[in-house]
């Protein structure tokens, strides 16, 4: 990639509920002049922002089009129910589905999780966004099923959350427009979710540095140094007014065998 090429900048998308703080920091220690510009985007919309351009890779949820965005799962996420803090359901550390089978479990329509029945009783009306969800939940109309992550980003005085095993959960990726080879920058951002080193040899390779004056001065004296002993005096030069030994490794161990034979 010639420095024309380079872009200016690197846009990262991510959902709510995903934290990129700790691999954009990163980022920036190691690509100072690369600039990562975030791009808040909802789940619904990050997958189409992608694929259109807006963004160069993004932290969404699955599933996305694996025909037209690649991805690489990051991690899966427990699911909680948020409840008022003085809710019955507090005492366990816990909640069944058993439990809820009598609350009225609101399901917003940016929900994220996969439900093919949804549990207990269902409201009325769908609120339009998991944040008007918890504000339900607050005045006492219901409670949400939810991500964790989601929980505590709509984090509340008054409310608390349990985890709900036996659930659908959501699942984060890493994800960018689907090509024969990932764009260098995205490679540097894959290398950096994974946890790999400035230095590793797995994905992108490494540019390579430029010799200092002084290990420039160290090679010319070494090539300085092999050209003199070509022929392998170089390697065994014998010590001035010696003759090289012509028996076993070493002079000093043709003794330790015996005397030589006799021809």
Do not use: C
Request: glycine share 10%.
């Amino acid at each position: 990639m010639t420095g024309s090429d380079i872009p200016s900048s690197f846009r990262l998308a991510y959902v709510p509920g995903v934290t990129p703080t700790k691999w954009v920091r990163v980022w920036r220690e190691r690509l100072p002049d690369t600039p990562l510009e975030l791009v808040q985007a909802t789940a619904a919309d990050a997958p189409g922002l992608l694929a259109d351009g807006g963004a160069d890779a993004g932290l969404v949820r699955l599933p996305v089009d694996r025909d037209v965005l690649a991805a690489i799962p990051l991690y899966t996420e427990t699911t909680v129910v948020v409840i008022p803090k003085d809710h019955v359901a507090t005492a366990a550390e816990e909640v069944s589905l058993a439990e809820l089978a009598d609350e009225i479990v609101l399901h917003p329509l940016d929900d994220v999780l996969d439900w093919e029945t949804l549990p207990g009783r269902p409201a009325v009306e769908r609120p339009a966004t998991t944040a008007d969800a918890i504000e339900l939940v607050a005045a006492g109309v219901g409670v949400l099923l939810v991500p964790q992550s989601l929980a505590r980003l709509h984090h509340r005085k008054d409310l608390t959350y349990r985890p709900v095993p036996e659930t659908p959960e959501s699942r984060v990726a890493l994800s960018w427009p689907q090509a024969d080879e990932a764009p260098d920058l995205v490679e540097e951002f894959i290398g950096i979710v994974r946890g790999r080193t400035v230095n590793s040899t797995r994905g992108r390779a490494a540019t390579p540095q430029r010799p200092t004056a002084k290990a420039k001065e160290k090679a010319k004296g070494k090539r300085a140094g092999a050209g003199g002993g070509q022929g392998g005096g170089a390697r065994h030069k014998p010590a001035a007014g010696r003759k090289p030994s012509s028996g076993g490794r070493a002079g000093g161990q043709s003794g330790k065998r015996g005397k030589p034979r006799g021809r």
